[in-house]
């Protein structure tokens, strides 16, 4: 089996490259899968993102429908009941804004907060390009809606994939 922690990530980066316009948050998944040595693992992450993209023949879109399908063999997991406001699903847009330099905060830092979840907080504090805050796209009412699905956080052992140099680990095809 292929369903390993260094694929996860690989597919969700996939994901984000196919869906989502925020490079920031695109970025942020360098440090929680490569460890402290990110920088150092970059090229090689990619190009295990485009050798599993090439082994899916190319296709990263999957239909509300086969998430149905797939979410049916196990209606109750948890992993189905996590609630979460609805702005925070989706894909987010962002060839509207203004590009800011940002860093990947990594697993180390806390998650960014979220104005519309945190209203009382100064919007001052969200011209900052290194903030730690950001807010949310907010969804129309249209169809596209009803193709989003929101998934639960996972805990997620970090850094298993290094050897003693800090270097990704390469993963081969496992035949479990």
């Known amino acids: 089996m292929e369903y390993n922690r260094t694929n996860f990530f690989i597919c969700l980066y996939l994901a984000h490259d196919v869906e989502e316009d925020n490079e920031d948050l695109k970025y942020e998944i360098f440090p929680w899968v490569l460890g402290p040595y990110w920088?150092?693992?970059?090229?090689v992450f990619l190009?295990?993102?485009d050798d599993i993209w090439a082994?899916?023949?190319?296709?990263a879109i999957v239909s509300k429908k086969?998430?149905?399908?797939?979410?049916?063999?196990?209606?109750?997991?948890s992993i189905w009941q996590r609630e979460r406001p609805y702005h925070h699903g989706g894909a987010i847009r962002n060839y509207?804004?203004?590009?800011?330099?940002?860093?990947?905060?990594?697993?180390?830092?806390?998650?960014?907060?979220?104005?519309?979840?945190?209203?009382?907080l100064s919007t001052s504090l969200h011209d900052s390009a290194f903030?730690?805050?950001?807010?949310?796209?907010?969804?129309?009412?249209?169809?596209?809606?009803?193709?989003?699905?929101?998934?639960?956080?996972?805990?997620?052992?970090?850094?298993?994939?290094f050897d003693s140099k800090?270097?990704?680990?390469t993963f081969e095809k496992s035949e479990d």
């Open 96 to 120: 509207k804004k203004d590009i800011k330099l940002s860093v990947p905060r990594g697993p180390n830092l806390s998650p960014k907060t979220c104005f519309k979840c945190h209203p009382e």
């Open 47 to 49: 190009q295990k993102k």
């Open 131 to 161: 903030s730690s805050l950001w807010e949310c796209e907010s969804f129309n009412d249209s169809d596209e809606s009803d193709d989003i699905l929101l998934l639960p956080k996972q805990s997620i052992k970090l850094y298993d994939d």
């Open 39 to 43: 920088r150092n693992n970059i090229s």
């Open 166 to 169: 800090g270097n990704l680990n």
């Open 55 to 59: 082994r899916m023949n190319y296709r």
């Open 66 to 77: 086969c998430c149905e399908e797939l979410m049916s063999i196990y209606p109750n997991h």
